[in-house]
């Protein structure tokens, strides 16, 4: 887990389960929604806003966002609006900053695509270049946005030496 967590007083996810066993298979499960169905990344909320840690999930089961939802215990599940009367209802379960990045330290194991890398850089470097109170030195800024061209260049498809030609370019 990331530093900076030891004082944090957020939920420990394996804790809340009880059993070690029964969170790591859950958390393998809810990691496979992400690699399938789910986003990891930074983006804004507002034009003018940092970029922030999103972890999104997409689907048209709201039992399956529920079971995350309460699973994880943080997040929110908020519907999409449908624009044709053939289209199905879907829901978006989303999770922002600490938070995600609290999931993302415990699961992270288990991803197997590009959000695999996605995730490894964002918990080496998001805490240290995210300052809690939003104030950023010109160096640090610099730096962040770096970290962020480094997060969002990490795509499906792209062989790991382009993206490393990229991203020290």
């Known amino acids: 887990?990331?530093?900076?967590?030891?004082?944090?007083?957020?939920?420990?996810?394996?804790a809340s389960h009880g059993r070690k066993a029964t969170w790591q298979a859950d958390a393998a499960y809810i990691d496979g929604l992400i690699d399938g169905e789910g986003t990891?990344?930074?983006?804004?909320?507002?034009r003018n806003e940092n970029r922030q840690l999103a972890i999104t999930i997409s689907n048209t089961e709201r039992?399956?966002?529920?079971?995350?939802?309460?699973?994880?215990?943080?997040?929110?599940?908020?519907?999409?609006r449908t624009t044709r009367p053939n289209h199905i209802p879907s829901f978006t379960y989303a999770i922002y900053n600490r938070q995600a990045l609290q999931l993302l330290a415990q699961i992270h194991l288990h991803?197997?695509?590009?959000?695999?890398?996605?995730?490894?850089?964002?918990l080496s470097k998001?805490?240290?270049?995210?300052?809690?109170?939003?104030?950023?030195?010109?160096?640090?800024?610099?730096?962040?946005?770096?970290?962020?061209?480094?997060?969002?260049?990490?795509?499906?498809?792209?062989?790991?030496?382009?993206?490393?030609?990229k991203t020290t370019a």
């Not at 887990?1 to 394996?14: F, H, V």
């Not at 990891?40 to 507002?46: A, E, G």
């Not at 991803?111 to 964002?122: F, G, H, N, P, V």
């Open 126 to 165: 998001y805490l240290k270049l995210t300052p809690r109170n939003g104030k950023y030195t010109d160096a640090l800024r610099q730096e962040r946005e770096q970290f962020e061209n480094a997060v969002l260049n990490l795509k499906p498809g792209l062989p790991r030496d382009i993206l490393q030609s």
């Open 111 to 122: 991803l197997r695509t590009y959000k695999s890398e996605r995730a490894s850089l964002i």
């Open 1 to 14: 887990m990331p530093a900076g967590y030891s004082g944090c007083q957020r939920r420990n996810l394996e």
């Open 63 to 80: 039992q399956l966002l529920d079971f995350v939802l309460d699973t994880v215990g943080a997040g929110k599940i908020t519907g999409k």
């Open 40 to 46: 990891i990344t930074l983006s804004r909320k507002h």
